[in-house]
């Protein structure tokens, strides 16, 4: 579990497996069923750090889907509120962040040490 380096929203987080593959099917059972506990572990703790109002998820298969990194397939999730979007992205083609990403990482790894400590 990653923080995306360019995030489309605070608290963007990629997870990706250690099985190298290019495509989510050519995971094997178990290492999908992780991938999905990851997923669980990761809006647990973004819901109660954040407190969004929901959220984009999914992965990007392929360089034509938006992949950058097309070899290792990772699965995006996307925290979104009411109004998260601004005239930034449409006028200066820029996203503002409110938070920098270090005080978001310390934050999420602090909330999710707290959910796995019971």
């Known amino acids: 579990m990653m923080l995306n380096r360019y995030p489309y929203n605070n608290g963007h987080l990629m997870i990706a497996p250690f099985q190298h ?3 989510i099917e050519k995971l094997d059972a178990a290492t999908l069923a992780e991938l999905m ?3 669980q572990l990761a809006l ?3 819901r109660q750090l954040m ?5 984009n998820m ?3 298969e392929g360089k ?4 950058g990194f097309e070899e290792h397939m990772h699965y995006h999730i996307v925290p979104r509120w009411h109004g ?4 930034m992205p449409v006028v200066a083609d820029i996203k503002v962040m409110p938070e920098h990403l270090d005080i978001v990482y310390a934050q999420l790894k602090q909330r999710i040490d707290s959910i796995l400590a019971g």
Do not use: I, R, S
């Open 44 to 46: 647990k703790a973004l």
């Open 37 to 39: 506990a990851q997923v």
């Open 21 to 23: 593959v290019e495509t």
């Open 84 to 87: 998260d979007t601004n005239f």
């Open 51 to 55: 407190k969004p109002d929901g959220f």
């Open 58 to 60: 999914g992965v990007n």
């Open 64 to 67: 034509v889907a938006g992949a």
